[in-house]
Each structure stands twice: as structure tokens, then as C-alpha cells.
């Protein structure tokens, strides 16, 4: 296809990266012409304003977005125009209540769920939206030959194309990615004015919970703003809860129910979360290997796993403060816990005897539930 893009931040120049090296024609254009000249220099696509593209993409920010679908709608009378905005209800109201005859019917706004904390063409990634959801939003009316260019190229770069209407979509994105943005900063917010010797206590619980905090102030500002209403709404949620968990604090009576209920709550809504490609929540084992920080030693590590026919299922990483010492957690199947435990022991890395009678009481339990007929586990195995 030839596809024009209109905006080339991160998104837009990822998306220029991706579709290039699959054999799309990509054209660029953004408001500042050093921003469009960098996209094309790495590589995203050429400077210029296209006579005929069949697809306009908007990669740009939340609160101009329609302004500019609405222009390219007018520009480019054949062409299919979508946008990668992280909000829709409220862009599709605007673009229709601004287009003209059958113009609405050549709009079909979408969101890939992919992003960095670093924003601009310079962070731009060919492989950003691989495997990643990438949201169309679509309804009874659409053209299926419009809605077959978009599903096209977002599958073309890797994403994984899910269809919903664009009312649930931003009540779902308020949940997963724009609450806990807002949640993310004001805890990194509250390290401002902590002294040095604090914070060098941070483990990487911290560093897990305030990773998004360095995200473009700007860009977020635009996307709340956007989504003014269900953020608002959640938040409220979070306070309500914020607030029981602090009256709970003074520990008066039936304040140790409120706190172990708030917490135990979060384990509810954190395993409803999905495993590995999109699949059910999969309870994993973990294997903590302690190392020194030097050249090749996580190599080795994996190398050795790899030798054990042992699948890594997934990994964390913590590092020691003041010395060269760190620590893996390696998450494998329950059943194979103690497998590697040995294996690495016996090969001369620092597992802590704790690890080798934990991966025994995970199996334990783990084969256990599975005597009784839990499907969930069974089918885990």
C-alpha cells in the first residue's frame, strides 16, 4: 500500500520503520520539518505529500487529531484515513460532527497498545507494535474493503488486531494504561524530596511500580485530558479505596479486615491479568540465582539453563546497592522448580537453599491441585 503518514514521533516513525521493511510505500509530513526530516533519515520514510496514498495514518497528539483527519478526509478523497490515538470516543464524535457526505464512512480510528517511556523519532523501534494489541474500531457501517486496509496494516507490522467500539475502549485503556500512569507518577512524585541514603534503599518493587513515570509530560498531559471522564472515574474508585486503607491505618477495630482485604483484593485483580501471548494467567515458579555484575555472566546463566531443556518462562532483575552483585528471578514451570535449582547448584551458581525448598513446596502444591481436578492447573501443566 501507500501510506501516508501524519506525524512522526515515536509512533509514527516505528510505524514508518515497520511498514517499509515489509514493502509498504511510506510517506511523511509533520508540523515541524527537522521532526520529519530526522523520521526520514532513520530510515521511516520520505518527506513529501502524496497525490494518491490509499491509507493516511494521524500519529499525532490526542487533542489535534480530528482537526487533522478531518483535513486529510478532504485532501485525499479515495484514501482510507485511520489515526493511532489513545482515546476514540471522543475524536470520533468530533470528525463526525465536522465531515462532510459519505467522508465519515473512509474514518476508521484505531490504537496500537505499544509505546515507550522515551518519546520522538529517535526512539522510533521497527519492531514497537509486534505482538502487541492493536485496536480497531469499527462498527456495522464501515466499508469492509476500508476496514480490510486497516486490519492489513496493523497485522503487517506485527499487531495483534482486536475489534471493539470505541466507548468500551476508552473505559478499558482509563484502567490498564491511563489510571495507572497517573498512579505511577505521583508515587515517583513522592521520591522529590526524599534524602539520597533513602532512596538508595529502592528495591526493584519501586523501580516495577514507577518505570511509566518517566513518560513525556506533555503527550500525557493531552491523553488525560482526552479521557478526562473514565480517568476520572477510576481515580475516584482508587481514592474511595485510598481512603479506607488510610482510615484503616490508625488501627482501630476491624482495621487489619480493611488492609488484608484491600491487599488480598489486589491479588484478585492482578491474576486476572493475561500470561504470555495473550493466554490465561499461568502461575510460574521462581528461581532466585544470585551473580556477580561482569561481562557474560547472564549469558552464561542462559546458556546453562538452556542446557538443563529447561524454558525460561520469564525474568526479573534486581541489582545490590554499594557492590557488583545482583540477582535474577527466573520463572519457570512449578513442575521443573527444583529441576533447576539443582541443575544450577550443581553447576556452580549461588542459589539460596531457601529457592530449592520452595520450587519443592511449589511442586507439591502445584501437582496437588491438579490431583484434586483443578482444570485451571491441569491445564496450565
Given at each position: 500500500?501507500?501510506?501516508?503518514i501524519?506525524g512522526?514521533?515515536?509512533?509514527?516513525?516505528?510505524?514508518?520503520?515497520?511498514?517499509?521493511?515489509t514493502?509498504?510505500?511510506v510517506?511523511?509530513?509533520?508540523?515541524?520539518?527537522?521532526?520529519?526530516?530526522l523520521?526520514?533519515?532513520i530510515?521511516?520514510?520520505?518527506?513529501?505529500t502524496?497525490?494518491?496514498?490509499?491509507?493516511?495514518?494521524?500519529?499525532?497528539?490526542p487533542?489535534?487529531?480530528?482537526?487533522?483527519?478531518?483535513?486529510?478526509?478532504?485532501?485525499?478523497?479515495?484514501?482510507?484515513?485511520?489515526?493511532?490515538?489513545?482515546?476514540?470516543?471522543?475524536?470520533?464524535?468530533?470528525?463526525?460532527a465536522?465531515?462532510?457526505?459519505?467522508?465519515?464512512?473512509?474514518?476508521?480510528?484505531?490504537?496500537?497498545?505499544a509505546?515507550?517511556?522515551?518519546?520522538?523519532?529517535?526512539?522510533?523501534?521497527?519492531?514497537?507494535?509486534?505482538?502487541?494489541?492493536?485496536?480497531?474500531c469499527?462498527d456495522?457501517?464501515?466499508?469492509?474493503?476500508?476496514?480490510?486496509?486497516?486490519?492489513?496494516?496493523?497485522?503487517?507490522?506485527?499487531?495483534?488486531v482486536?475489534?471493539?467500539?470505541?466507548?468500551?475502549?476508552?473505559?478499558?485503556v482509563?484502567?490498564?494504561?491511563?489510571a495507572?500512569?497517573?498512579?505511577a507518577?505521583?508515587?515517583?512524585?513522592?521520591l522529590?524530596?526524599?534524602?539520597?541514603?533513602?532512596?538508595?534503599?529502592a528495591?526493584?518493587?519501586?523501580r516495577?511500580?514507577?518505570?511509566?513515570?518517566?513518560?513525556?509530560?506533555?503527550?500525557?498531559?493531552?491523553?488525560?485530558?482526552?479521557?478526562a471522564?473514565?480517568?476520572?472515574?477510576?481515580?475516584?474508585?482508587?481514592?474511595?479505596d485510598?481512603?479506607?486503607v488510610?482510615?484503616?491505618?490508625d488501627?482501630?477495630?476491624?482495621?487489619?479486615?480493611?488492609?488484608?482485604?484491600?491487599?488480598?483484593?489486589?491479588?484478585?485483580?492482578?491474576?486476572?491479568i493475561?500470561?504470555?501471548?495473550?493466554?490465561g494467567p499461568?502461575?510460574?515458579?521462581?528461581?532466585?540465582?544470585?551473580?556477580?555484575?561482569?561481562?557474560?555472566t547472564?549469558?552464561?546463566?542462559?546458556?546453562?539453563?538452556?542446557?538443563l531443556?529447561?524454558?525460561?518462562?520469564d525474568i526479573?532483575?534486581?541489582?545490590?546497592?554499594?557492590?557488583?552483585?545482583?540477582?535474577?528471578?527466573?520463572a519457570?514451570?512449578?513442575?521443573?522448580?527444583?529441576?533447576?535449582?539443582?541443575?544450577?547448584?550443581?553447576?556452580?551458581?549461588?542459589?539460596?537453599?531457601?529457592a530449592?525448598?520452595q520450587?519443592?513446596?511449589e511442586?507439591?502444591?502445584?501437582?496437588?491441585?491438579?490431583?484434586?481436578?483443578d482444570?485451571?492447573?491441569?491445564g496450565?501443566?
Amino acid at each position: 500500500m501507500r501510506v501516508h503518514i501524519i506525524g512522526t514521533g515515536l509512533l509514527g516513525a516505528s510505524l514508518g520503520l515497520a511498514l517499509r521493511a515489509t514493502g509498504h510505500t511510506v510517506t511523511l509530513a509533520d508540523a515541524s520539518p527537522v521532526a520529519a526530516r530526522l523520521a526520514a533519515d532513520i530510515g521511516a520514510g520520505t518527506v513529501d505529500t502524496p497525490a494518491d496514498p490509499d491509507v493516511v495514518v494521524v500519529a499525532a497528539p490526542p487533542d489535534v487529531v480530528a482537526g487533522i483527519v478531518l483535513r486529510a478526509l478532504h485532501d485525499w478523497p479515495a484514501a482510507t484515513v485511520t489515526d493511532v490515538a489513545s482515546v476514540k470516543g471522543g475524536i470520533l464524535a468530533q470528525v463526525a460532527a465536522g465531515a462532510h457526505d459519505h467522508e465519515l464512512d473512509r474514518y476508521i480510528g484505531s490504537h496500537p497498545m505499544a509505546g515507550r517511556e522515551k518519546s520522538g523519532a529517535i526512539a522510533a523501534r521497527e519492531d514497537l507494535f509486534r505482538a502487541r494489541p492493536w485496536v480497531v474500531c469499527s462498527d456495522e457501517d464501515t466499508p469492509p474493503e476500508r476496514l480490510a486496509q486497516v486490519v492489513a496494516l496493523a497485522q503487517d507490522v506485527g499487531g495483534a488486531v482486536v475489534h471493539l467500539d470505541p466507548d468500551f475502549h476508552d473505559s478499558s485503556v482509563a484502567r490498564v494504561s491511563h489510571a495507572p500512569q497517573v498512579v505511577a507518577s505521583l508515587l515517583a512524585a513522592q521520591l522529590k524530596e526524599m534524602p539520597e541514603d533513602g532512596v538508595a534503599l529502592a528495591g526493584q518493587g519501586l523501580r516495577d511500580t514507577t518505570r511509566i513515570a518517566e513518560s513525556d509530560p506533555g503527550l500525557w498531559t493531552q491523553i488525560l485530558a482526552g479521557n478526562a471522564e473514565e480517568v476520572r472515574r477510576v481515580l475516584s474508585g482508587l481514592r474511595r479505596d485510598l481512603d479506607a486503607v488510610i482510615g484503616a491505618l490508625d488501627l482501630g477495630p476491624g482495621s487489619l479486615r480493611v488492609l488484608a482485604g484491600a491487599l488480598a483484593a489486589g491479588n484478585e485483580g492482578r491474576a486476572r491479568i493475561p500470561g504470555k501471548h495473550g493466554s490465561g494467567p499461568v502461575h510460574y515458579a521462581e528461581v532466585t540465582v544470585f551473580l556477580d555484575d561482569a561481562l557474560g555472566t547472564l549469558g552464561r546463566l542462559f546458556n546453562d539453563i538452556g542446557e538443563l531443556g529447561i524454558n525460561v518462562e520469564d525474568i526479573r532483575m534486581d541489582h545490590a546497592t554499594g557492590v557488583k552483585l545482583g540477582s535474577v528471578d527466573v520463572a519457570v514451570l512449578p513442575a521443573r522448580a527444583l529441576e533447576l535449582v539443582h541443575g544450577l547448584s550443581a553447576r556452580g551458581w549461588w542459589v539460596p537453599e531457601t529457592a530449592g525448598a520452595q520450587a519443592a513446596e511449589e511442586t507439591t502444591t502445584d501437582n496437588s491441585a491438579g490431583d484434586l481436578g483443578d482444570d485451571t492447573n491441569s491445564g496450565e501443566q
